[in-house]
C-alpha cells in the first residue's frame, strides 16, 4: 500500500514540477524580454487563463478524481470523453470572452488577449487531460504530455526572440500554442477522442457537486484572479507586474501542493472508510509538510544574491524583493490550509468546502483592495498576509464541522458521502463498486 502511494506520489510530484517549472521559466523570460508594464498584460492574460481552468476543474477535474478513479477501462474511456468535450465547450465559450476584452483594450493588453482568445480551448483541453490520466492512475502519461507541453513553448519563444518577436503576442501564442498541441498528443496516449456532444450529461450527472465547486472557484476567482484586475485599476499595471513576478517565484511550492493534492485526495477517500481519527491525522500531516516547505523557499528567495535576482528578473526584481517575505509567509498560510481542503474533499462536505472559500476570499479581495490603495505593492502585500493568516482559522474550523457532521451521520465510508456510484444520472457509463487537483 504504501509503495503504490510512494509511486503515484512521484507521478504527481514530478507532473506538478514540471508544469510549475515551465511557468517559472517562461514567466522569467518574458519579464526580461518585455519590461514590467507589458508584463503587466501578460499577467492579465495569464490569470484569464487561470480563471477558465478553475471553472473546468471544478466541472471536470474534480469529479473525475472524486467519481472515477479505479474504474473499469471502459467507463473510464467515456468519463474521459466527457471530460475532455467539456473542457473543449468552455475553452471555446472563454475564447468569446477574451476576444471581446482584445477588442476593448489597446496596445500590450490588446495583443495578449488577441493571443488568448486563439490558444485558450487547447489550454483547457490539455489540463483535462491530466485530471483524466490521474484518475486513472496514468501519472507516467500526464507528465510525458506536459514534457512536450514545456520543451515545444520554452523552444517557440526563444525562436521568436531570436527572430526579433520576444513580444508579449508570441509569448502567449507559443505558451498556449503548445498546449494546444500536447492535447493533440494527448487523443493519442488515450485513444480516446474529446465528444462535447457528452457535455450536458456530464454536468447533469455530477450536479449535486457543482454547484459548490463552482462557488468555491468563483470565490478563489474573486481573491486569487480578479482581484489582480482591482490592483491594476487602484494601483497601476507596475503593481500588477510586481505582484505577478512575486507569484512566479513563488509558484515552485505548487510542485508540493498540487503534486500531493492529486494524490493525497484520493487516499484521504481511503483512509476515512478506516476512521476520522486517521484522516485528521493524514491532513495535519500534510499542512505542515507544505507549511514547512513553505518557510522554506520563502527564506531561500529572501535571501538570494541580488547578482542572482537581477539575472532572473533584471529590473523587476528590486520592487520584486521587496515583497518577497510577506508573500511567502501568505503563501505558507495558504499551504497550511491546504490539509483542511484534502480533508473535506475526502468528506466530500463540498458546502463546507465553498463556505470556507467563500469568507476567505472575500476578506481576501477587500484586504488587497484596501491595502492596493492606501500603501501601493507594501500594502497588497501586507493585505495578502492577514487575510491569508485569517483564513487557516476558517478552513480548519470548517473541517473540524464536516468531521463533526460525519460522525453524527454515523457514515464510515467514502463512498457513502459522495464517492464513486454504482450507477451514474448522466449517463458516462457505470461505476465499477470496487473502485481527486487544484492549482
Known sequence: MILKIVRRLRWGLADQALSSLTNFV?????????GLTDFGAFGLAFTGYLIVIGVSRAVNGQPVLIRYSGVATAVWRRAAAAVTGTALVIGLAASVLALAIALAGDGAVRA???????????????????FAFFADSRGRDAFLNDLVWAVTQISAFVLAIYLGQGT????????????TLAALIGIAQARVLPRPTLARSWTLEHRDLLPSYIGE?????????????????????AVVGAVRAAQILLGPLNIVVQ??????????????????RRLVELCLAAGLAVGGVSVAWTLLLVFLPESIGEALLGDVWIPVHSILLVM?????????????SIGLRALAAAPRTFTAALITSVAGFAG??????????QGTAASFLVTQTFGIGVWWWQFRGGILDHDR??????????????????GTGGIDPTSLDRS
Do not use: C, H, M
Not at 26 to 34: M, N, S
Not at 225 to 237: E, K, M, R, S, W
Open 409 to 426: 451521520a454515523g457514515k464510515g465510508a467514502a463512498g457513502e458521502l459522495g464517492g464513486p456510484r454504482l450507477a451514474p444520472a448522466g
Open 368 to 377: 488587497a483592495v484596501v491595502g492596493a490603495s492606501l500603501a501601493g505593492l
Open 26 to 34: 517562461l514567466g522569467i523570460v518574458v519579464a526580461r524580454e518585455v
Open 217 to 237: 472557484t468563483a470565490a478563489y476567482i474573486l481573491s486569487g484572479q480578479l482581484v489582480l484586475y482591482a490592483i491594476g485599476l487602484v494601483a497601476g499595471l
Open 168 to 179: 508579449v503576442f508570441w509569448a502567449v501564442i507559443a505558451w498556449g500554442g503548445a498546449a
Open 259 to 276: 503534486g500531493l493534492y492529486l494524490v493525497a485526495v484520493p487516499e484521504a477517500v481511503l483512509v476515512l472508510r478506516r476512521s476520522t
Open 328 to 340: 511567502g509567509l501568505a503563501y505558507t498560510a495558504v499551504n497550511l490550509s491546504a490539509g483542511a
Open 112 to 130: 495578449a488577449f488577441l493571443a488568448l482568445a486563439l490558444v485558450l480551448p487547447g489550454l483547457v483541453v490539455q489540463d483535462a487531460w491530466r
